[in-house]
């Protein structure tokens, strides 16, 4: 079975731009979740999306949003691209909301801004 | 939700056990303690979790003492491809299933 995939690997952008990225769950997974991943820190929880509603927010500005598709994949987008964002953005899936259940992360996808 | 202290670094050598301690002095009745691996460019991968005493599986186990204010991940024989970083997580899904990540520990295992 496929695990958690996304798109682009890796990315590169000009400051003031935007970008999406996407990612696909796990088979079945309703919820995905979004972190940033700064070089030498933990990830950091952005959103977390449960049957296509917003469950959780973390201390991101508004330039940062994202939304989830029927399918239960889903997009982050992010506006006014600063030096900043520059990280590796992770994807999580996890079969539900609202209990300790696994996350399975995906490969992540490495957006330098320039 | 309940902050965890680890070390930030640990050496060991193949074959030997590691034992990595994690603080977590203001964890809640309802948090459960997760621990996660993760190798350079990819995301974290799900080792174990446990609420109180000792919860063992095929990669690892961890210990709880009875005021569950520390954990210990134990990973048996490491080898060279257990050189990763292990987070500990404390928390519940009850509300949300965001995990909250530290700096994590950088377990470097030497030949």
């Known amino acids: 079975d496929a695990g958690v995939t996304q798109s682009p690997t890796h990315l590169i952008k000009t400051r003031g731009q935007h970008v999406t990225l996407r990612c696909s769950p796990i088979?079945?997974?309703?919820?995905v979740s979004w972190y940033q991943q700064v070089l030498g820190q933990g990830p950091q929880f952005i959103f977390q999306y449960y049957e296509k509603e917003e469950r959780g927010r973390g201390n991101f500005p508004d330039r940062f949003s994202a939304r989830q598709f029927p399918n239960y994949s889903s997009e982050l987008n992010v506006n006014a691209l600063l030096l900043g964002d520059s990280a590796l953005y992770l994807c999580a899936s996890s079969p539900s909301w609202g209990e300790n259940t696994e996350a399975f992360f995906g490969q992540g996808t490495r957006l330098t801004v320039v | 939700l309940a902050k965890t202290t680890q070390p930030i670094s640990m050496d060991s050598y193949e074959g030997q056990e590691v034992n990595i301690t994690c603080s977590h002095n203001?964890?809640?009745?309802?948090?459960?303690i997760t621990w996660y691996q993760q190798f350079p460019s990819q995301g974290p991968r799900f080792i174990i979790q446990g609420y109180k005493t000792k919860v063992t599986n095929e990669v690892a186990s961890l210990f709880i003492p009875a005021d569950r204010k520390s954990s210990t991940l134990s990973l048996p024989r490491v080898s060279l491809s257990d050189t990763a970083v292990y987070y500990c997580l404390v928390g519940t899904g009850g509300a949300t299933n965001k995990l909250i990540f530290g700096t994590g520990t950088l377990l470097a295992v030497q030949p």
């Open positions: 088979s079945g997974h309703k919820s």
């Open positions: 203001n964890i809640a009745t309802n948090d459960y």
